[in-house]
């Protein structure tokens, strides 16, 4: 027993965090990608569903249409750098999502604006360290410690559960400066596609608020699309 | 002069419940007007007390990028005090206020909140911020005004979930802890908002010695200009009130237009009706040798008389009340809190000197002017055919 703990020690010991969090990243993120999703949101007392469409290019750049249900079809949002805006077609008007509003919530989800704002790659704002292992729904996991680099980042430590064979994270634990969990998130579904393993389901929760949390399906994604740029532009919001 | 005010008193009286009708409209006008300008006043003077009291004191410095009606503006709205007034400070006669943005999480809602950081030791405000040095264990002291509580449904020991970004944009959060429920009547301090101890709030953001506000308690003291800082004099911080009283002023005219009108329309009814009736009388003056301006003049003071009669009959039961409102005030009936302005519940009218004379004097005028328009006709009038009693 001791001889299999002193082996699976030194076959952690054996791994290069840093490596696991690139090979992570390669995994989860492309230069550009297209996708349609489903967000299921988990309230207190009730549950909704609403689609979108999604154009992201790295993580700078994206934009968002809602499809349905017929309250939300129509509204548009762009994310450019540090800047969002939100287009509603009931009142035809473009705002910029700013200061308080962007610790609202998105569209009464476990995500807040502010969420959609981190554009860094975590090997630029985390140092990780291996914490252990794990079995997450029958699939085997490193342990990652994350803890932030630079100062300027939204969570000062994140954990995160990797899937030892397939580099893809099933589990992320997001805390504050004192330690504080904030949000956990877990990745369901993971599907091969295009050469790379990627997740099809999370499911985000923030941990101060009550609920089921928020579930995001991806139903189709394609990566490495060409992407207009005009996508990119306030002008395409009230197209 | 006197003999017509004689006269027209002695007209007025025998003319009995007449009279007194239009004399009790008159000085119910008189009160009506009186009480409520009393009341806008009042309302002028609390939202300024109240403002002094628990958000500008007698005026304050901003940061340069702060804005209160601009949420763009908070996160980058913030420095280290100037050294010109450390000194100020620590006698106690000027406090900085940190602002920060959260997120408040109560019953695992989630709610926009700014977190304001106070001196617990401070006394220019009136917020019992001494409860902020509370020992409480795993949780920071808070108070919350009476409106946020509402709104929370958090009570005194209540512990709640509040979410922050420091200065570099970390999250972090931390339960704190409900000390105290104050009421106020000013929005801007209430609604919203949550009190921390300055140096807690200063610590979580990683703002060490720097403020927002400095807010200070006497404005007579000469201070030099601050780069970086905006000075603020008390009266643009109370402009808004000014202006909002301003807009209710001008729309409580159209009360005191109507009241007035209507007791004007009464007393003018009752001119052309003596007049018509008192055609002998007429001629029967000319013809003892008045002008014909005298008996204009005559019957103009009879009307304006009513003013008068009606001021000091306001004055009999009206003064009684007025002052019986200063002591108890008026309690809205609606909840003022959510009028999302610096009003009280409860409104205690202030009457001036130069509100109640105004307000006689204009009344005053006013008949007078509808007591003459009527009384012109007396100048047309053939004397003989007057004093014959023949209808013209």
């Given amino acids: 027993m001791l001889a299999a703990a002193a082996m699976l020690t030194l076959q952690i010991q054996g791994q290069d965090p840093d490596d696991i969090l690139k090979r992570v990243e390669r995994n989860m993120s492309s230069e550009n990608r297209v996708f349609e999703s489903t967000m299921t949101i988990n309230g207190a007392h009730r549950s909704r569903t609403i689609t979108s469409r999604t154009y992201a290019e790295g993580y700078t750049k994206s934009f968002t249409e809602y499809l349905s249900p017929a309250r939300e079809q129509g509204t548009k949002m762009l994310k450019l750098g540090n800047q969002l805006w939100i287009y509603s077609p009931s009142t035809d008007r473009i705002i910029q999502i700013s200061g308080h509003m962007l610790r609202q919530s998105v569209m009464g989800s476990d995500l807040s604006y502010e969420d959609m704002m981190d554009d860094r790659k975590l090997t630029e704002l985390y140092t990780a360290a291996l914490g252990g292992d794990e079995v997450i729904g029958g699939r085997k996991t490193w342990i990652l410690d994350l803890t932030a680099k630079v100062s300027d980042v939204s969570y000062h430590s994140m954990k995160m559960w990797v899937d030892t064979e397939r580099y893809v994270p099933l589990k992320e634990e997001l805390f504050g400066s004192s330690g504080q969990l904030l949000k956990r998130t877990t990745f369901e579904e993971v599907e091969q596609i295009a050469g790379r393993w990627f997740p099809m389901k999370l499911t985000y929760k923030d941990v101060l608020k009550s609920g089921d949390g928020t579930e995001f399906t991806i139903t189709s994604v394609q990566f490495n699309q060409k992407i207009p740029d005009y996508i990119f532009t306030k002008a395409a919001l009230k197209q | 002069m006197k003999l017509a005010i004689k006269m027209a008193y002695r007209n007025l009286v025998g003319a009995g419940l007449r009279t007194w009708l239009n004399v009790i409209v008159l000085s119910f006008s008189f009160l009506v007007i009186i009480w409520m300008k009393g009341i806008i006043t009042g309302w002028n003077h609390q939202a300024k007390v109240d403002m002094t009291n628990w958000e500008i004191g007698e005026g304050q ?34 406090e900085p206020s940190l602002i920060a943005q959260g997120t408040i999480y109560p019953q695992g809602r989630l709610q926009s909140v700014m977190i304001r950081g106070i001196d617990p030791k401070q006394t220019i405000f009136m917020l019992p911020s001494y409860k902020l040095d509370t020992l409480v264990t795993g949780a920071i002291p808070s108070i919350i005004g009476s409106g946020m509580a509402k709104n929370l449904k958090v009570n005194v020991g209540d512990r709640v979930m509040v979410q922050w970004r420091d200065a570099d944009g970390t999250f972090d959060a931390s339960e704190i802890f409900i000390t105290e429920i104050f009421t106020v009547s000013v929005p801007a301090v209430d609604q919203g908002q949550i009190y921390l ?196």
Avoid: C
């Avoid at chain 2, 009606?69 to 400070?89: C, K, M, Q, R």
């Avoid at chain 2, 000014?242 to 109507?258: M, P």
């Fill in chain 2, 197 to 392: 101890s300055l140096d807690t709030l200063r610590s979580m953001l990683g703002l060490e010695g720097e403020a927002t506000t400095l807010t200070y308690n006497n404005s007579e003291v000469t201070r030099p200009a601050v780069e970086g800082w905006v000075h603020k004099s008390k009266t643009e911080l109370t402009s808004a009130v000014d202006e909002l009283i301003k807009v209710k002023t001008a729309g409580t005219s159209i009360l005191y237009i109507i009241l007035i009108t209507l007791a004007m329309l009464a007393i003018f009814d009752t001119q052309v009706l003596s007049i018509f009736r008192r055609q002998k009388e007429i001629g029967t003056y000319i013809a003892l040798g008045y002008t014909r301006r005298q008996v204009v003049g005559l019957f103009t003071v009879e009307g304006t008389m009513y003013a008068v009669l009606a001021a000091l009959l306001s004055a009999a039961y009206g003064l009684p009340f007025l002052a019986w409102q200063a002591k108890v005030g008026w309690t809205m009936p609606v909840d003022a809190s959510e009028f999302g302005m610096a009003i009280a519940q409860t409104l205690y009218p202030v009457y001036s000197a130069g509100l109640v004379i105004g307000t006689v004097l204009i009344i005053t005028t006013v008949t007078a002017l509808v007591s003459y328009w009527p009384s012109r006709r007396i100048a047309k009038m053939n004397p003989t055919e007057a004093l014959r009693g023949k209808i013209q």
């Fill in chain 2, 61 to 94: 410095y901003w940061q340069e990028g702060y804005d209160p009606h601009d949420p763009f503006t908070f996160t980058d709205s913030h420095a280290p005090v100037p050294e010109e007034f450390l000194g100020e400070i620590e006698r106690g006669d000027m």
